[in-house]
């Protein structure tokens, strides 16, 4: 199995602040990785698909990149509505495997 | 509008089953793969299973394989969860969600999500 390891598990951080989040896979998963937003109470929303596609109707601010093991999601201005906890998945496996998770909170 | 409706979950004593159920609307289910994702209270998300448009393909997590069983109806839009043998390591929020695969393998959209919660 695909093991995803976020890093940090969480961060404090300022409105306005850029912040980054990233993510390795135990193999090469090619450009296969997937970022999502989850807030208490409600499902995950896609944000960032096949490492670096923005879902529709996300803002701009919210990018990702990378390939093979290594990727990022950077957030950049963050707004009060940011804060949540994000995910990354793989799907290169057939078993979609998720990273532990980045809770982002307010400084 | 793409709305995933689940339902079947509650409150179920220890080795005991229970049935979700995922019900679709808004676009054409029978050509979606769709996956069922778990959380624990407090917890991140965990992947579950996975069946295939026409339920060809079929693959679970270790920690539910032989305790679970996914599968579908197209003609009802719906797609199903039978767990058998729960554990409290079950107790969870179960989530319904669709691929989508034009460009890759994503989750699109997804259900509310229902509670089972496994206790005696």
């Known amino acids: 199995d695909i093991q995803m390891a976020q890093s940090p598990s969480s961060l404090s951080a300022s409105v306005g602040d850029t912040v980054t989040i990233t993510c390795r896979a135990s193999q090469n998963i090619d450009r296969y990785l997937n970022w999502y937003q989850q807030k208490p109470g409600t499902a995950p929303k896609l944000l960032i698909y096949v490492a670096s596609g923005v879902q529709s109707g996300v803002p701009s601010r919210f990018s990702g990149s990378g390939s093979g093991t290594d990727f990022t999601l950077t957030i950049s201005s963050l707004q009060p509505e940011d804060f949540a906890t994000y995910y990354c998945?793989?799907?290169?496996?057939?078993?979609?495997?998720f990273g532990g998770g980045t809770k982002v909170e307010i400084k | 509008e793409v709305q995933l409706l689940t339902s079947g979950g509650g409150l179920v004593r220890p080795g005991g089953s229970l049935r979700l159920s995922c019900t679709a609307s808004?676009?054409?289910?029978?050509?979606?793969?769709m996956h069922w994702v778990r959380q624990a209270p407090g917890k991140g998300l965990e992947w579950v299973s996975y069946i295939t448009s026409g339920s060809s393909y079929i693959e679970y997590a270790d920690s539910v394989k032989g305790r679970f069983t996914v599968s579908r109806d197209n003609a009802k839009k719906s797609l199903y969860l039978q767990m058998d043998n729960l554990g409290a390591e079950d107790t969870a929020v179960y989530y319904c969600?669709?691929?989508?695969?034009?460009?890759?393998?994503?989750?699109?959209?997804w259900g509310h999500g229902i509670l089972v919660t496994v206790s005696s």
């Open positions: 998945q793989q799907s290169y496996g057939t078993r979609r495997s």
């Open positions: 969600a669709r691929e989508a695969g034009d460009s890759g393998f994503y989750f699109d959209y």
């Open positions: 808004g676009f054409t289910f029978s050509t979606y793969n």
